[in-house]
């Protein structure tokens, strides 16, 4: 996993660690990180609730793996997201979405 982030010096919310994650918890983290998607260090923070984990891990699968949610719509949320916290990704985003007005039209004329 990726670095933790801090504040002040201080992690904010810990990862539970592989070794305390029961078996199918453990196959999910390792695709995860295979994947890419969602992060593994967001799905290690969730295992510590672990209906929080698997509500999750089967929503995303459900909604953005499987397609079960339309493609514009995924891109919408990506871009809504990653303004929303000011997110690195926004800089790219913004350039393949053409700063996200086209792709904002063509859900209006859906």
Known sequence: ???VRTCHGKQRISYVPLDKMD???RKEMERCQR???PRP???AVRAHVPECFWA???S???IFKNGVCDHTIKEL???YVS???QCEVQAVLDVVLHDGRRLEAALIER
Do not use: I, K
Request: overall charge negative; glycine content about 8%; charged content about 30%.
């Open 1 to 3: 996993m990726g670095p």
């Open 23 to 25: 078996a199918e918890m």
């Open 35 to 37: 994947e890419g998607t």
């Open 41 to 43: 260090e967001s799905s």
């Open 56 to 58: 999750f891990a089967n």
């Open 60 to 62: 995303w699968r459900d």
């Open 77 to 79: 949320c990506r871009l």
């Open 83 to 85: 303004r929303s916290v």
